[in-house]
């Protein structure tokens, strides 16, 4: 089955966001000031059951799905995240099982508990090597070597190679490129460059705070010269880089300047049930009514497919000063990236 949008797009990938709470505040997704104490997180019993993660992602798999990614807020802060791994591991159709983690509770059992569910991928975040920096970006002061700790966990537990994902931010990390690149060379986890993004309407994005891909490659290839490589897929949202003298590889995700939206197939789940078919999204398509109301697979399919049918979403191509300032767009934290 091959389910495309108004722009000729496949169904292809669903990001599943499984909690919209997180044990980390960055400044970029969460920022403190914004999502104190008291922010009113989703309660319990409007988080879809992993039972109905399930049967929606078997209709997601009817209707061409094939990837899933496991996201939050902090996936991990959700109990028992590898029961639904592998609930979700022998669904028909489905090849590809990944999660994005900021890796602060990601401990050897844990790495290994997934993969043995069936977890084929991980990404963990990290933006900076030095503590001060990194503390004052995750906003909870949380130590790096506890997320370096847990990039080996992740690589010992057989979900090599490890994605590492640091948004740069000028003013904030940026001082911090060439470390980071320096510390993965030669490890075979695969370090990505994110530039800071207008996502929410939280984070106090400003045009002259994203350091461009076009300059953190030249940064990197001053000191290591690096080569573009093949996509491993198509819509792959990384770029891949490689390092000349065989140093390994680099991505580099460039949604401001380099935007992708024309190969995007990513369709997103938030954690009560709502679909939306754009990470800057406004408003998202209830689900969890027509599961909890009776609804046959029949219906929820027709649902799930008249939605994608008449996507037109290509945010990040039309971005101005504009859209980026006035725009309301669900918050990172709440849909998972
Ligand atoms: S901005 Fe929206 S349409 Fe474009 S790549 Fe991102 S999620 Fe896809």
Known sequence: MNTRDELGRALHDLRI?????????????????????????LPRASLLSFDEIARLTRLFAGLGVRKLRLTGGEPLVRRDLGQLVAMLA??????????????SLLSREKAERLRKAGLKRITISLDALDDATFKAMNGVGFPVAKVLAAIDHAAAAGLAPVKVNMVVRRGANDQAIEAMAEHFRGTGQILRFIEFMDVGTTNGWRLDEVVTAKEILARIDARWPIEQAPPNYPGEVAVRWRYRDGGGEIGVIASVTRPFCGGCTRARLSAEGRLYTCLFAATGADLRGMLRGGASDEAITGKLAAVWHVRRDRYSELRTAATAAGRKKIEMSYIGG
């Open 17 to 41: 966001s499984v909690t919209d709470r997180c044990n980390f505040r960055c400044t970029y997704c969460m920022p403190r000031e914004l999502f104190g104490a008291d922010h009113a997180f």
């Open 90 to 103: 022998p669904t028909h159709g489905i090849e590809d099982i990944s999660l994005t983690t900021n890796g």
